[in-house]
């Protein structure tokens, strides 16, 4: 039996929360068949509220695995096949390009190489009408690329994989989520809507020592991909599930065992082990192989404030931190990093660095603009420049910083906006011969 000591634990999250600038977190770890709650810290400066165990935070893209833990509901019920064209059984669902509709299953949805974009940012008002309108929007938004021919990170596939349920359930996602999922698991302290999180201990996102100037700034579509609400408490009881084979703690079963294991069976490798340290994807977790040692889980931010979540099925533990600002990458490797170790004998990577010695790189073959939609991006003189345009302009002034490389291929972007620690940016190409750069695992073809 995995023991553990709560009190040693809440002195190192105090320690290190401290030491890296995080002004409030939460703990929760799965071990031994226990979930154990730990918090520190402020979730407001502000205010001086204090973070408790139960406290909520914006979870960002770990809503994905909620969604797609719903959409293999669907399978499961034989309302949805797997690997039929999403337009088959939502007919509303288009792009620009028919012969890519085709192609375009809610298994490549789910596994993010379906070729639809991340940066479709799209306000379809607040109505239960807001799924439906992005779909509708979504239409004369360009691919990334051609589904199946790579793995391009996106949240638009996401939206549509929420409407899909809608359809088949005849309910909103949110509601769908509530009666199908966060209720049979008793998850009172997760939500989609911003109205419902009053209830609770909220947390507010920070830039440098200040509150964000807003608390969510996503629509309402944002939802399926980008918008749940949730205590580390509760993240650590739905990862339990999933540890259980799709068993909730009353007995009842919540999803097939053939769906669990599909969810964290590799579906495609990543071309940026880095960004969420994963080198592959399920249908909706990130995958992990620590020397040996398989995981899964995923990773949200949204406003300045990041979700990590990180599951070793062997040995029956999962680590949940949530964080309102600061340093947090650095608090998540060294917090969860002695967690895992500690119980369940993983040892994460080293964060993302340029060697101290880079190699030579002949960078000109590489300089060009790359292109998908709502980024531009330029490449030229050892440098990059990551401009929003189109739908996201504004969002942001354009990002630029030098390239040191790391490989042939890779090469770290840091300093200036991209902050202080190194982004990960990844030259390759398409099978069709179109180079490509993923920056955040995202995908843009070379345009000129």
């Not at 709650?37 to 408790?52: D, F, I, N, P, S």
């Not at 009666?179 to 008793?186: A, K, V």
Request: charged letters at 20%; proline letters at 8%; one cysteine or more.
């Amino acid at each position: 039996m995995i023991s553990f000591d709560s009190e040693r634990w809440q002195a190192r999250l105090d320690e290190l929360r401290a030491a890296h600038g995080v002004p409030g977190a939460a703990l929760a770890v799965l071990a031994g068949g226990t979930v154990h709650e730990l918090a520190a810290g402020v979730l407001h400066r502000g205010t001086g509220v204090a973070a408790r165990p139960g406290s909520v935070f914006l979870a960002g893209s770990l809503a994905k695995v909620y969604t797609a833990t719903l959409v293999m509901q669907l399978a499961d019920e034989g309302r949805l096949d797997l690997d039929a064209p999403v337009v088959s059984a939502l007919p509303e669902f288009a792009t620009p390009e028919p012969r890519a509709t085709e192609a375009v299953t809610v298994r490549r949805l789910l596994s993010h190489t379906g070729g639809l974009t991340n940066d479709f940012t799209y306000d379809s008002g607040r109505g239960d009408d807001c799924l439906a309108r992005y779909v509708a929007a979504l239409r004369e938004v360009p691919l990334d690329c051609p589904p199946g021919t790579a793995l391009s990170y996106g949240s638009s596939g996401y939206v549509v994989l929420g409407r899909l349920v809608e359809v088949l359930t005849g309910q909103t996602w949110d509601r769908a989520l509530r009666e199908r999922l966060l209720d049979p698991l008793g998850l009172e302290h997760t939500m989609t809507l911003p109205e419902q999180a009053p209830r609770f201990r909220v947390a507010m996102g920070h830039i440098g020592a200040d509150p964000a100037p807003v608390w969510d700034a996503m629509p309402r579509s944002a939802g399926p991909y980008g918008r749940i609400i949730v205590s580390a408490g509760d993240v650590a009881r739905f990862a339990r599930m999933h540890l259980d084979g799709g068993v909730a703690p009353g007995g009842a079963r919540v999803l097939s065992e053939r769906a669990v294991a599909a969810m964290r069976a590799r579906h495609a490798d990543s071309p940026d082990p880095w960004s969420m340290s994963a080198d592959g994807w399920g249908l909706g977790w990130t995958l992990h192989d620590w020397d040996g040692v398989p995981g899964f889980g995923h990773d949200g931010s949204a406003v300045t404030q990041h979700a990590y979540l990180r599951v070793v099925p062997h040995a029956g533990v999962a680590v949940v931190l949530l964080a309102n600002g600061g340093r947090f990458a650095r608090l998540y490797a060294d917090l969860c990093g002695e967690l895992l170790a500690e119980l369940a004998g993983v040892r994460l990577p080293p964060p993302f660095a340029p060697p101290a010695v880079p190699p030579e790189a002949d960078m000109s073959a590489l300089d060009g603009v790359y292109r998908r939609a709502g980024v531009v991006i330029t490449v030229g003189g050892g440098r990059i420049r990551y401009e929003f345009v189109d739908g996201m302009k504004g969002l942001s002034p354009p990002l630029e910083a030098g390239l040191v490389p790391v490989s042939g291929n890779v090469f770290a972007a840091s300093g200036g906006p991209f902050g202080e620690d190194h982004v990960p940016v990844v030259f390759g190409a398409l099978p069709d011969g179109t180079s490509c750069v993923y920056v955040s695992m995202r995908c843009a073809p070379k345009a000129e």
